[in-house]
């Protein structure tokens, strides 16, 4: 059964850091591209970042460009979110999903996680 989970959210101050995994079973993450979105409450989901399967590339969206960094672990089937310099705007339900190639569209994925919650706070 192809599965993704995501774990690493929780309650931060503003400014601080958070590390999110999104780990993968059933199948092989290496071969997928991995994009994580975020909800807040009364918002759509928005796309925050993403990694290619072919060559790595990486993209952003704008709000957390040079805050946020993605990156794959493949022996570990992971994929990471590092998110630097958190702001109270940050916070949501943080997903992880799976597609053939990265875009910034929720529909082009195929497979999601459950959520993790991450909330910036003093």
């Known amino acids: 059964q192809l599965q993704l989970v995501e774990s690493g959210g929780g309650l931060v101050q503003p400014g601080g850091s958070l590390r999110l995994s999104c780990a993968a079973s059933?199948?092989?993450?290496?071969?997928?591209?991995i994009g994580w979105f975020r909800q807040a409450p009364g918002k759509e989901r928005e796309g925050v970042s993403c990694i290619s399967s072919s060559d790595g590339s990486t993209y952003y969206a704008d709000s957390v460009k040079g805050r946020f960094t993605i990156s794959r672990d493949n022996a570990k089937n992971t994929v990471y979110l590092q998110m630097n310099s958190l702001k109270p705007e940050d916070t949501a339900v943080y997903y992880c999903a799976s597609a053939g190639s990265c875009d910034y569209l929720p529909d082009h994925y195929d497979y999601w996680g459950q959520g993790t919650q991450v909330t910036v706070s003093s």
């Open positions: 059933g199948f092989t993450l290496d071969y997928y591209a």
